[in-house]
């Protein structure tokens, strides 16, 4: 086996190497944003659900706790999920870098090549990001705006029960600031309590 001959094949298997790393980190962003689109999801039905419901449906303990819950458990899932996938994102990123930096100890020229390649990944990469950042954000204000939900009813109950005059100035504020908020939706179509209340 001549020298020529190592040379082209430690060429073609950083070739493949890198194709493999650049495949392994597209596929990681994919499945990270599709865990995060369902994790939103799932939080956008538990958050529908409690605006479609009655307040008779929550006075009951039980169906409080459940939905509490099941809150708790798709937080932790979310929380859990994010850490391994950035981890893998950036352990491929770091393989691509290493495979060009072994490739400057190769050929001058290959190396040339690589980093006029690794343009477009930056630039992939930035992109993957900026989307990342997106979802991130948007699936963080859906647990909000559940968590918003779920103070309301529990503010909105004990009102019921003992007619709290410092929950009643809450429940005002709240509503008032989140008047643009699909939870204020929930507090003037569904929960008629102010009627019937304080009455």
């Known amino acids: 086996m001549t020298t020529n001959t190592i040379d082209i094949n430690l060429k073609t298997c950083f070739i493949i190497f890198g194709i493999l790393s650049l ?10 944003i599709f865990h995060l689109l369902n994790s939103t999801s799932s939080n956008e039905t538990n958050n529908k659900f409690l605006l479609n419901e009655n307040i008779a449906w929550h006075e009951n303990n039980k169906y ?19 850490g391994p996938n950035i981890g893998f994102c950036v352990l491929y990123k770091m ?13 001058w020229r290959f190396s040339i090549i690589v980093l006029f390649v690794s343009l477009l990944i930056a630039t992939i990469i930035m ?36 007619s709290n005059e410092e929950l009643k100035n809450k429940i005002d504020n709240y509503i008032t600031k989140n008047q643009k908020n699909e939870v204020y939706l929930f507090q003037k179509k569904k929960l008629k309590v102010r009627a019937f209340v304080w009455k």
């Open 23 to 32: 495949l392994s980190c597209i596929f990681t962003f994919i499945f990270f």
């Open 64 to 82: 409080t706790q459940k939905i509490n819950s099941e809150y708790i458990i798709d937080l932790i899932l979310f929380q859990e999920g994010i």
């Open 95 to 107: 393989f691509y870098f290493l495979n060009l930096i072994i490739s400057f100890f190769i050929k």
């Open 127 to 162: 992109g993957m990001s900026l989307i990342m950042n997106y979802f991130i954000r948007k699936a963080v204000k859906s647990y909000k705006c559940t968590n918003d939900a779920n103070t309301s009813i529990s503010h909105i109950k004990i009102t019921a029960l003992y």
